[in-house]
């Protein structure tokens, strides 16, 4: 589930029936900051875990277990390239024997007798061998390697990235869990107060028994409002312990981010085509195939090796120690179309490498273009969102004051209440979201570890 989507789900599960007095002056950031853990609502625990927003980050980086993978597979990648290596060098290897045999056969008399079959034999070989050409097969491969290697250093980034913004959604569905649960709780006491006020009037013979009820349904309105909302909260906090590698209740706060200034699209698209470790990754793959074809088509080409050796033995026929170097080539002649069978299969491998490569490149571009568009409706819905604010307090404050004086009926002010509960929400909403658009972008762009851990981009 993306970050977006658990915002979209946190704003959903808090009933739209619940109020929440004003207050403050500043109600927006108030809203925010105000949510900060109840000891008494928290469950019981043995630790408790205050993480700031970019240590968390930071913590995902070291504890998360999906970049720990992603750095295991840079060292398998760098111990294929030394493998790779291997076929190039120099290979020196030694063997020996002992043999016993049923019967011992010479010629000659001694002292010019000569054993060809000792009864008891040994021999021991040292052997070096130099492969001098093999149609540039071993260098085409030493070369996939280390393209290789750049791939899972680029899947380092790919995955860090995706970490990053993963945990930032996590915190920040955290931040808004907390602060819809401080608006259900200025709700109850708003409700609280209304059933206070609807108990009086009535005792006093000024309204019926359905402002009590309807009241007494507020109250319990708020306090499910208040459950559904810890029940969100600590559900993101799980999810957020998990990736993170913490045990305990986790105590957050407000994110605040120093983003450096934003390029516009252009440049933006430009830097995301240079960095994104997602294309950089189907670079990587298209370049493998490319040396694919050619390491097959290689095996088209005679391969020539040098070796040299030394032999004790204990047969003393022709010697019982010697000495040898051999130039030894071999030609393919006819291999019954297995070579051109595997250079047509590399050739499709890099024709659906290039196509991938083709579409990771649009969607690169298109991934920037929609976080762009995706901040812009943000940052619109978080102005709308205050506005609808200002006019659901000033609408209440008047229904308030209608309710005391008996100028206005239980049903006005519970729908006075549900508006300003509503624009509330909507203002804590879309501010996280705005905030949360914001590193989209530079997810999109490939520079989201740079961007909120001041790390330069490799």
């Not at 600590?234 to 986790?250: K, P, S």
């Amino acid at each position: 589930m993306t970050p977006t989507i658990l915002l979209a789900c946190l704003a959903l599960a808090t009933p739209a029936a619940t109020g929440s007095p004003p207050g403050a002056q500043d109600q927006d950031s108030a809203t925010l900051t105000a949510s900060r853990e109840d000891p008494s609502s928290m469950p019981d625990s043995d630790e408790v875990v205050s993480l700031g927003f970019e240590e968390a980050l930071q913590r995902a980086l070291m504890a998360n277990a999906s970049v720990g993978q992603a750095r295991a597979e840079v060292g398998a990648a760098s111990a294929q390239k030394r493998g790779a290596l291997s076929a190039i060098l120099p290979r020196v290897q030694a063997s020996g024997g002992l043999i016993r045999n049923s019967e011992e056969a010479a010629f000659g008399v001694p002292p010019n007798q000569r054993v060809i079959l000792p009864l008891n034999d040994w021999n021991v070989r040292l052997l070096v061998s130099q492969p001098i050409f093999a149609g540039l097969r071993e260098i085409r491969a030493y070369d996939q390697a280390k393209e290789g290697v750049r791939a899972a250093e680029e899947g380092v980034r790919a995955t860090q990235d995706r970490i990053l913004l993963r945990v930032a959604g996590e915190y920040i569905t955290v931040v808004g869990g907390d602060a819809l649960v401080e608006v259900g709780r200025q709700t109850l006491a708003l409700a609280q107060e209304r059933l206070r006020q609807a108990q009086d009037f009535f005792d006093a013979g000024e309204s019926t028994r359905v402002d009590v009820v309807r009241a007494q349904s507020a109250v319990a309105a708020a306090e499910r409002t208040i459950a559904l909302a810890e029940r969100d909260r600590g559900v993101a906090a799980g999810q957020l312990r998990v990736d993170l590698d913490v045990e305990g209740d986790i105590v957050v706060a407000e994110p605040r981010l120093e983003l450096p200034p934003r390029p516009d699209e252009a440049l933006l698209i430009q830097r995301a085509e240079e960095t994104r470790a997602d294309l950089q990754q189907a670079r990587s793959r298209l370049r493998i195939a490319e040396l694919e074809v050619s390491r097959q088509r290689g095996a088209y080409l005679p391969t020539v090796t040098a070796d040299a050796g030394y032999t004790w033995q204990k047969t003393t026929f022709p010697s019982d120690r010697y000495g040898y170097a051999a130039l030894r080539m071999t030609v393919p002649i006819w291999t019954s179309g297995e070579v051109g069978a595997r250079v047509n299969l590399a050739r499709e491998r890099e024709r659906q490498a290039r196509l991938a490569y083709e579409e990771a490149l649009r969607t690169v571009r298109e991934d920037v273009r929609r976080a762009l568009l995706n901040l812009a409706t943000a940052k619109t819905s978080l102005q709308l969102s205050r506005e609808q604010l200002q006019a659901a307090e000033a609408e209440y404050e008047q229904v308030s004051d209608l309710y005391r004086n008996q100028e206005a009926t239980s049903l006005d002010i519970q729908s006075s209440e549900a508006t300003l509960a509503d624009a509330r929400r909507a203002v804590v909403v879309s501010d996280l979201a705005r905030l949360l658009a914001e590193l989209e972008v530079y997810f999109a762009a490939g520079d989201l570890t740079s961007a909120v851990l001041k790390e330069a981009t490799p």
